[in-house]
């Protein structure tokens, strides 16, 4: 389904990320791993093509075409969809506003936000603007359960959030990951109690590192943290 | 203050504080004579126009009409509901029916501070004369039209609102020109008495023409526990529009609200501010402005909170957009505090779309064009305003056509 090959990316006369290799397949859920500033972020404003990420080579291929150089919003026709780790706020732009045209109508919004814990309140509220961090994952969410893209990217979606919500999202997003494909971002792991994943990618230095069996690679740095990885012959390469 | 018509025939040559210098006798003077009619036989033509800024055609949606074209005022009505509680008629006719109306004539606003207030002294065509009787609510809104027909056409009005203790009303003025108006020059005089108790919303929509110039000057004295609100909103081109409310808070706990939506384009000059003068123990003021500037418009946003009371606060907030490397916006805030106890502050920001918030919009979706539009209406937020519903419905109205429709 998404398939990235070698791709290099600079980002204001940085480079941020060297020749990753990625594929996942339809139908498949994929973690991804790896300590801050490692690039996983950086990874995804290239998948939806933001101007400040210039690609220096490889390519993104998305159900077989080629949107490397496509602008943002044809991407997203085609069904990528992201729940963002850092927001922008946009003030006087109502979350209901975003959300009535994600849905198109054709689902109920209300009855949405039940689900990611949002009061309807929320709907006449400037976007991001206040919220509190963990309001800011549960609207990220929301907006992207909304949108219904076939590929879902959450870019760190438990960060910040207490124990109670971390159940909510969890439970959200695995009912929505059913018969879907997604790339799931986590610092921390945390998330992955209520998900089931396919498999597991770790990114160091801005490039994939490893990528395996996801019980095993979760399993070991929920234990030993990134610095365990730093250990490993593969990332000590990379340096 | 000097009222002696000396000073003011020397006034006359006194170029404004702000604001380009004009030739006050480069413009025409004479007209026909528009004789009186009903709202609903107007032409079509000037009813258009009328509509671009607030003005109803619809008699029933509205209290009460004043409608002025060029020196004429054509339409001084009352609907019956609301005659004895609210009245509107020319100032004109005001005068001359109430002793007492002078007054309230030239008593906040000097007709010796430039050579606009000078000519609207000297050269004086009508303006509006709106009364809100002691203990009056006046549930749907009155409204004025000043309306120009002729090209290179002056106009000069003098308004006279009084809202008597324990009132209450909305008042929409519109002030337009005819399609085949290119240039000329209205000045408008405009004084506001809100007495004690009352609570009056004054909203004012212009929508001019490319080479017409605009000097409004208007001066408010908010009495006890009164509440003035002041809504302009300027989206369409002129030549150049120089404005300067004051508000003045003499009254214990009054209240006044500032707020302004300008968006100037093509080579718009718009020189705007509001003041407010902080007098009386326990006032409050606010303003809030939203400015957009588009191709080679030049916005200087200024503001002005004074405190004179110890006990006394008010905030400023100026927020500029930018959506042409030509345009240009000087947000001009200015704070003055004469007393130890007195609380004032502002904020104020100029600057272009971020281009992060439209990457976020297009990663949800919407084109480019879509994100910038919904990012430049949501600058344009008039919730913040807290405007009477159905004015809502058309301030926003217009904010759409301006700015790309609804979603
Ligand atoms: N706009 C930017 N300007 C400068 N550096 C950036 C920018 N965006 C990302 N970076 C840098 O790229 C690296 C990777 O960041 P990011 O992709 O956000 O990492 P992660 O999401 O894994 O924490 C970091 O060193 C970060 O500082
Ligand atoms: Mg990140």
Redesign the pocket.
């Known amino acids: 389904m998404l398939r990235i090959e070698n791709l290099t990316v600079e980002?204001?006369?940085?480079r941020?990320?060297g020749g990753v290799n990625l594929e996942v397949p339809k139908g498949e859920i994929h973690v991804l791993l790896?300590?801050?500033?490692?690039?996983?972020?950086?990874?995804?404003?290239s998948i939806l093509g933001f101007p400040?990420c210039h690609i220096l080579s490889g390519n993104i291929r998305f159900n077989g075409t080629d949107i490397t150089t496509m602008p943002t919003d044809e991407r997203v026709k085609l069904g990528i969809g992201v729940a963002f780790?850092n927001p922008p706020q946009i003030r006087g732009v109502k979350l209901g506003d975003v959300l009535r045209h994600l849905t198109k109508g054709k689902i109920d919004e209300v009855k949405l936000a039940g689900t990611t814990n949002i009061p309807v309140d929320f709907f006449g509220r400037d976007l991001n603007l206040g919220f509190s961090g963990g309001e800011l994952k549960r609207t990220e969410i929301l907006q992207l359960l909304a949108q219904r893209p076939d590929f879902a990217i959450f870019?760190?979606p438990d960060s910040g959030v207490d124990v109670e919500n971390l159940e909510v999202i969890g439970k959200a997003i695995n009912e929505f990951l059913k018969n879907r494909s997604g790339l799931l971002?986590t610092?921390l792991g945390h998330i992955l109690r209520y998900l089931k994943v396919d498999k597991a990618h770790v990114?160091f230095y801005?490039t994939i590192a490893c990528s395996g069996k996801p019980t095993n690679i979760i399993n070991r740095i929920m234990k030993k943290g990134y610095k365990w990885c730093e250990r490993c012959p593969k990332v000590k390469k990379l340096r | 203050m000097p009222k002696g018509k000396k000073t003011t025939l020397k006034a006359i040559e006194k170029p404004a504080a702000f604001g380009p210098d004009l030739d006050v006798e480069a413009f025409k003077r004479e007209t026909s004579y528009w004789p009186a009619c009903k709202i609903s036989t107007l032409p079509r033509d000037i009813a258009q126009r009328a509509l671009s800024v607030g003005i109803s055609t619809e008699e029933k949606e509205r209290a009460g009409t004043y409608f002025q074209i060029d020196h004429s005022a054509i339409l001084q009505t009352i609907r019956e509901t609301f005659s004895g509680k609210a009245e509107i008629m020319s100032t004109k006719k005001a005068l001359k029916k109430y002793r007492w109306a002078k007054e309230y004539w030239w008593e906040i606003v000097d007709a010796n501070t430039d050579k606009f207030t000078a000519l609207a002294k000297l050269k004086w065509d009508q303006g509006y004369f709106i009364r809100v009787l002691e203990g009056q609510k006046i549930t749907i809104p009155l409204q004025a039209c000043l309306f120009i027909s002729k090209d290179n056409f002056n106009q000069n009005v003098h308004n006279l609102i009084i809202a008597e203790p324990n009132s209450e009303a909305q008042i929409i003025t519109g002030c337009t020109v005819h399609p085949n108006v290119q240039s000329g020059l209205h000045v408008g005089i405009s004084e506001f008495y809100v007495q004690k108790n009352a609570k009056l919303t004054f909203t004012m929509i212009h929508n001019w023409a490319q080479n017409f110039n605009v000097r409004p000057r208007t001066a408010a004295l908010v009495d006890d526990d009164a509440t003035f609100v002041s809504n302009y909103m300027c989206m369409k081109p002129v030549k150049s529009l120089q404005m300067y409310p004051v508000a003045y808070c003499k009254g214990a706990n009054s209240r006044v609200r500032f707020n302004t939506i300008l968006h100037g384009n093509q080579n718009s000059h718009l020189d705007v501010g509001s003041k407010v003068v902080l007098q009386g123990k326990g006032s409050r003021g606010e303003i809030i402005t939203r400015a957009i500037a588009s191709d080679n418009a030049q916005i200087n946003a200024r503001g002005l909170l004074v405190g004179e009371h110890e006990d006394s606060k008010a905030h400023l907030e100026c927020r500029g957009l930018l959506l042409s490397d030509e345009a240009y916006i000087h947000a001009i805030p200015e704070l003055v505090g004469n007393v130890k106890g007195t609380e004032l502050s502002h904020e104020a920001a100029v600057g272009k779309i971020a281009e992060e918030q439209i990457q976020y919009l297009m990663a949800r979706g919407f084109s480019q064009t879509e994100a910038e539009s919904l990012i430049i209406r949501g600058f344009m937020d008039i919730n913040i305003f807290g405007l009477p519903d159905a004015l809502k419905r058309d301030v926003k109205r217009m904010i759409d056509a301006t700015f790309g429709g609804a979603l």
């Open positions: 980002i204001a006369g940085k941020v990320l790896g300590p801050n500033g490692s690039g996983k972020t950086s990874l995804i404003t400040s780790q870019d760190e971002i610092h990114m801005g």
